[in-house]
């Protein structure tokens, strides 16, 4: 319903609205990009929104290299003349900006709804600093509302499904793991691969008190190949709420 004396267009506009806080934050996130640097390029519509705002200011005449998280986020790129390279070709990076699906108070993350995890987190270790850009709702308490993905080995799926039931029952935790699935139709549905080729187990295992101990103990099953838990990598998370942005450092 359209409010009084609101056209459909201020309304879409609204600071509520979940595709401007998404460009508010990417727009906050632009005034850290300098010159002459090496920006890691995250993946999701918020990164999206960073991309075009990016490509504005290197049509305007700023000089950046970017290296993209993902084969979707590297078409935009392409499409909006954002110059790239790989990260075999520049493997230290100034600044990476990437979304999250969730962010707490530590500045640690649960990333990967988009799938792109794995890339996303060799980008975000090989760059001196990371900065994530989301909408409020991403801010929690406690990690795990958002289930956790996991990337996982086509070979033996079953077997690295039980290893990782097994190690989330040591920690306390239980929950369904779900293949991700993508595409088809109604009736046909693909399981979800990633850019590595990989598949994703989606772990609805509620609060993660200690995300740590759990970080571990995935990567210690020799069919997990990453997770979506970010510790320790982003310095800088700038949220866009109702109230305007809040900037939180690390
Ligand atoms: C992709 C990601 C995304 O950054 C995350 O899913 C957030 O996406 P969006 O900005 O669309 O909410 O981790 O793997």
């Known amino acids: 319903m359209q409010k009084d004396g609101m056209s459909k267009l201020q309304e879409d506009a609204s600071p509520m609205d979940p595709r401007t806080l998404k460009i508010e934050a990417a727009a906050a996130a632009l005034t850290y990009v300098e010159d002459g640097m090496r920006l890691g390029i995250g993946t999701g519509s918020t990164a999206e929104e960073f991309v075009r705002l990016l490509a504005k200011k ?72 990371m900065i994530v850009i989301a909408d409020a709702s991403k801010f929690v308490d406690v990690l795990g509302a958002f289930p956790l993905p996991i990337e996982i080995n086509r070979f033996g ?38 850019d590595g080729g990989h598949l994703i187990l989606d772990a609805s295992f509620g609060r993660i008190p200690d995300t740590r101990a759990l970080s571990n103990a995935l990567h ?14 982003a310095h800088t998370a700038i949220l866009a709420g109702a109230d305007g942005i809040q900037t939180l450092q690390r």
């Open 58 to 129: 290197v049509e305007e005449g700023i000089s950046v290299i970017g290296v993209p998280t993902s084969e979707r986020t590297a078409a935009l790129c392409r499409e909006l003349s954002v110059p790239l390279l790989t990260l075999e070709e520049t493997p230290q990076l100034d600044l990476t900006i990437d979304g999250a699906d969730e962010i707490d108070a530590q500045l640690n993350l649960i990333k990967g709804g988009g799938g792109a995890l794995l890339r996303e987190k060799i980008v975000a270790a090989a760059s001196s600093r």
């Open 157 to 194: 799926l079953a077997a690295t499904k039980l290893a990782i039931e097994r190690v989330a029952a040591g920690l306390g935790l239980s929950g369904a793991l779900t293949l991700r699935v993508t595409g088809g139709d109604a009736f046909v549905t693909e399981p979800f691969v990633t």
């Open 220 to 233: 210690a099953i020799p069919g997990v190949v990453e997770h979506g838990l970010f510790l320790n990598l």
